[in-house]
């Protein structure tokens, strides 16, 4: 099941929708439209903040 999603999840990862926010997908017939793009890096970078601020507060280095 999962390695039947895998191809699908790619298009979810960074890199993908910073290409897909400018225009220029990696395959344009699965490319992510600019306005979704933008969501998906403001998702990751939200969950980067996030992770950070936990190993800020927890003390780890």
Same mark, same amino acid.
């Given at each position: 099941? @999962? =390695?039947?999603? =895998?191809?699908?999840?790619?298009? #979810? !990862?960074?890199?993908? *929708? $910073? @290409?897909? !926010? @400018?225009?220029?997908? $990696?395959?344009?017939?699965?490319? =992510?439209?600019?306005? $979704?793009? $933008?969501?998906?890096? *403001?998702?990751?970078?939200? !969950?980067?903040?996030?992770? *950070?601020?936990?190993? #800020? !507060?927890?003390?780890?280095?």
């Amino acid at each position: 099941m @999962l =390695l039947g999603a =895998l191809p699908n999840l790619v298009w #979810f !990862l960074p890199h993908e *929708a $910073a @290409l897909s !926010l @400018l225009g220029t997908p $990696a395959d344009p017939a699965r490319a =992510l439209g600019p306005s $979704a793009g $933008a969501l998906v890096l *403001a998702a990751w970078a939200a !969950l980067s903040v996030a992770t *950070a601020w936990q190993v #800020f !507060l927890r003390g780890d280095s």
